[in-house]
């Protein structure tokens, strides 16, 4: 049996509130660790909690904190919006972890926390499987186990990490994705390993945050001269908090010099555009376009392809006002492609009946 949904929405943001709530989660040698060590979160900075990007002002509980409950993903957004399905992504300091060990049993308890505390109470979402990329071979682990939960659809990581997520100590990952059927899905965000600016260390936030795109197009690129696509034809990524805008410049300019020099990567056999256009989604919050509905019109039109955005409310950050949930100046003709019906072609879980 096949469905059909209004509205999906690609990436909302479920927050571990405490370390407290993880526990139940951990094997008795990790829950002893935590109390031992004293710890008490592993929570991410990519979106500090004050910074007003982090939560739309509206949507901020009474003390102004970020909303962290399903009553206010319910009312900000899947009821607000008529959302059919919605996918969680959980970004916690797993990747953070320099203890390949350690970062395996918090991914464990990050994803079983998920589907016991989103995805049993809400039968419209759904979410992706947090993987610790320190060990490829515990991240596989990782998807082998929850993949068994048709509710995970997709395997995230972030953005910037160790190493370019196209090196071949990372394909194990794309092999158990690809045979799950699962997209992988590329997060803002970074382990922090290394700067993430190509010229060190930056002072603001606002440095950072900006940076994030050259992160993508940096795995973009990877992806595609590793030869990823090549090995796994039936792979997709999706790109999620990537901005939209950058993107045709950087295929022009990714093909062009590809065509200069493709003899160093012969099993790159055609464009990266055709590649890329095959294989890569975006989510379309944050939407990085001018306010001129025109312009904005020819830069999708830029993109020749009609299947590749997604939409996205990012959920609860700050990404837009109102209930426009649509940026002005996609055409009209795309926007049931973006709220529907890419999501069902990249997603094949969604399509599924659930047991």
């Given at each position: 049996?096949?469905v059909?949904?209004?509205?999906?929405?690609?990436?909302?943001?479920v927050?571990?509130?405490?370390?407290?709530?993880?526990?139940?989660?951990?094997?008795?040698y990790?829950?002893?660790?935590?109390?031992?060590?004293?710890?008490?979160?592993?929570?991410?900075?990519?979106?500090?909690?004050?910074?007003?990007?982090?939560?739309?002002?509206?949507?901020r509980g009474?003390?102004?904190?970020?909303?962290?409950t399903l009553?206010?993903l319910?009312?900000?957004?899947?009821?607000?919006?008529?959302?059919?399905?919605?996918i969680?992504?959980?970004?916690?300091?797993?990747?953070?972890?320099?203890?390949?060990?350690?970062?395996?049993?918090?991914?464990?308890?990050?994803?079983?926390?998920?589907?016991?505390e989103?995805?049993?109470?809400?039968?419209?979402l759904?979410?992706?499987?947090?993987?610790?990329?320190?060990?490829?071979?515990?991240?596989?682990?990782?998807?082998?186990?929850?993949?068994?939960?048709?509710?995970?659809?997709?395997?995230?990581?972030?953005a910037?990490?160790?190493?370019?997520?196209g090196?071949?100590?990372?394909?194990?990952?794309?092999?158990?994705?690809?045979?799950?059927?699962?997209?992988?899905?590329?997060?803002?965000?970074?382990s922090?390993?290394?700067?993430?600016?190509?010229?060190?260390w930056?002072?603001?936030?606002?440095?950072?945050?900006?940076?994030?795109?050259?992160?993508?197009?940096?795995?973009?690129?990877s992806?595609?001269?590793e030869g990823?696509?090549?090995?796994?034809?039936?792979?997709?990524?999706?790109?999620?908090?990537?901005?939209?805008?950058w993107l045709?410049?950087?295929l022009?300019?990714?093909?062009?010099?590809?065509?200069?020099?493709?003899?160093?990567?012969?099993?790159?056999?055609?464009?990266?555009?055709?590649?890329?256009?095959?294989?890569?989604?975006?989510?379309?919050?944050?939407?990085?376009?001018?306010?001129?509905?025109?312009?904005v019109?020819?830069?999708?039109?830029?993109?020749?392809?009609?299947?590749?955005?997604l939409?996205?409310?990012?959920f609860?950050?700050w990404?837009?006002?109102?209930?426009?949930?649509?940026p002005?100046?996609?055409?009209?003709?795309?926007?049931?492609?973006?709220?529907?019906?890419n999501?069902?072609?990249?997603?094949?879980?969604?399509?599924e009946t659930?047991?």
């Amino acid at each position: 049996m096949t469905v059909s949904w209004s509205t999906i929405d690609c990436d909302v943001h479920v927050n571990v509130p405490s370390m407290k709530a993880l526990l139940p989660h951990l094997d008795q040698y990790w829950r002893d660790s935590v109390v031992d060590r004293g710890m008490n979160s592993l929570d991410s900075i990519s979106y500090p909690p004050n910074a007003p990007l982090t939560a739309r002002p509206d949507w901020r509980g009474r003390a102004g904190e970020p909303p962290n409950t399903l009553d206010m993903l319910r009312s900000h957004a899947l009821d607000r919006w008529n959302i059919d399905i919605a996918i969680c992504n959980c970004l916690y300091g797993v990747q953070l972890l320099y203890s390949e060990d350690m970062a395996a049993a918090f991914a464990k308890a990050v994803n079983d926390w998920v589907a016991a505390e989103w995805l049993d109470r809400d039968a419209r979402l759904r979410a992706s499987i947090v993987v610790p990329m320190q060990n490829p071979d515990y991240a596989v682990a990782e998807i082998e186990r929850c993949a068994k939960d048709r509710r995970f659809v997709q395997v995230l990581v972030l953005a910037m990490g160790e190493a370019p997520l196209g090196r071949r100590q990372y394909w194990p990952v794309y092999a158990a994705a690809e045979r799950h059927g699962l997209p992988l899905g590329l997060h803002a965000g970074s382990s922090y390993r290394h700067p993430v600016t190509s010229l060190g260390w930056p002072s603001w936030y606002v440095e950072d945050y900006c940076a994030q795109s050259q992160g993508f197009q940096s795995q973009v690129a990877s992806l595609v001269c590793e030869g990823v696509f090549v090995k796994f034809p039936k792979l997709r990524v999706v790109l999620l908090e990537s901005g939209v805008t950058w993107l045709p410049a950087f295929l022009w300019r990714l093909s062009k010099f590809w065509r200069g020099v493709r003899l160093e990567v012969p099993w790159v056999d055609r464009s990266p555009l055709e590649i890329v256009r095959e294989h890569v989604r975006l989510t379309i919050q944050p939407f990085d376009g001018p306010d001129d509905p025109s312009a904005v019109a020819r830069l999708i039109d830029h993109m020749q392809s009609d299947d590749m955005l997604l939409f996205s409310s990012d959920f609860p950050h700050w990404q837009f006002d109102g209930d426009d949930i649509m940026p002005v100046g996609i055409p009209e003709r795309l926007h049931g492609r973006i709220r529907r019906d890419n999501a069902l072609a990249t997603y094949g879980r969604l399509t599924e009946t659930l047991v």
